[in-house]
């Protein structure tokens, strides 16, 4: 059981760590809200609104898939790495996949911008 002292050091953590990519969110809501208030005879064709949410979601949902990849496979590896010292390379490659995901929303992410 957790007790409610750590439950609370555990929230605030959290809450750290989640405070970049909400005002990552913010500067993209104020992004699309800006873009989309142009007069129209200034916007292009289609407005970049859909895009640059779609550009977000993809670098900010594979952030969080990718950390808790890591958190896993860290963890546990670790906990595997005091028993048998010799696995310590394989945790590494298996956080360096966990990596990979980021890297992916990230490329996604370029692309769908590329569009724009």
């Given at each position: 059981?957790?007790?409610r002292g750590s439950e609370r050091i555990l929230t605030r953590r959290n809450t750290?760590?989640?405070l970049p990519f909400m005002m990552a969110l913010l500067v993209l809501a104020f992004q699309v809200a800006a873009t989309s208030a142009e007069s129209p005879a200034e916007a292009p064709k289609e407005t970049p609104g859909l895009?640059?949410?779609a550009a977000g979601l993809a670098v900010g949902l594979s952030g969080i898939g990718a950390g808790i990849a890591i958190f896993g496979?860290?963890?546990a590896g670790m906990a595997?790495?005091?028993e048998r010292p010799e696995l310590t390379t394989w945790v590494l490659i298996f956080a360096g996949l966990g990596e990979g995901l980021a890297i992916y929303g990230l490329v996604v992410?370029?692309?769908i911008l590329g569009k724009i």
């Open positions: 059981m957790i007790k750290v760590l989640m895009g640059l949410i496979s860290t963890s595997a790495t005091v992410a370029i692309m």
